[in-house]
């Protein structure tokens, strides 16, 4: 394996915002079999962060990393079979009683469960996949919630993802 960063595209990204100002997606692999490609998308302070689609001859999958919901990753995933989202739920974490700048942190970093059925909705794809649910513990969110909460806005497949889980890509549809 040969490991090289990706340099950010000239889009106008900054490390003092914006992270992730629209864009195309942007070609990273290319092997004759399988194309990467990828777009900048916004994870609060952090910068360059990315998402990332799979193009193979049995289907593509998209993974968005974390990322508040945004059009480049929509851009990224339009008519992928498969779309790993990370999702959080805000409102457990208000009604934990977090204080207001740790949830404006983590706002502007993750997605909310209720914002990610509408994106995979307007991306057209036809399986969501839940992934780096926060938080993690069941006994706080079940996997019903996770799906329930996702489902809504979305006409696809909804998937709660959990350690060692795998889709078969092509029957993703």
């Known amino acids: ?47 360059p962060s990315y998402a990332y689609r799979f193009d193979t001859p049995y289907g593509s999958v998209v993974f968005s990393g974390d990322t508040s919901a945004s059009d480049n990753l929509v851009r990224l995933a339009r008519g992928a079979d498969i779309l790993v989202h990370e999702v959080i739920d805000l409102d457990f974490y208000a009604d934990s009683g977090l204080d207001d700048a740790l949830l404006d942190h983590l706002r502007v970093s993750h997605t909310d469960v209720t914002e990610v059925g509408p994106l ?40 709660v993802g959990e350690d060692l889980l795998s889709l078969p890509l092509r029957t993703a549809r």
């Not at 340099?7 to 992270?19: I, L, R, S």
């Not at 992934?131 to 006409?155: I, M, N, Q, T, Y």
């Open 1 to 47: 394996m040969r490991v090289h960063e990706i340099d950010a595209p000239e889009v106008g990204a900054d490390p003092h915002g914006p992270t992730a100002p629209d864009m195309e997606p942007f070609t990273v692999a290319d092997d004759g079999t399988v194309t990467v490609t990828a777009v900048l998308v916004p994870h609060g302070p952090v910068f």
């Open 120 to 159: 995979a909705e307007r991306a057209g794809v036809g399986t969501l996949v839940l992934s780096h649910l926060v938080p993690a513990d069941p006994a706080k969110v079940g996997k019903g919630s996770w799906a329930r909460r996702a489902r809504s806005g979305f006409g696809g497949r909804v998937v």
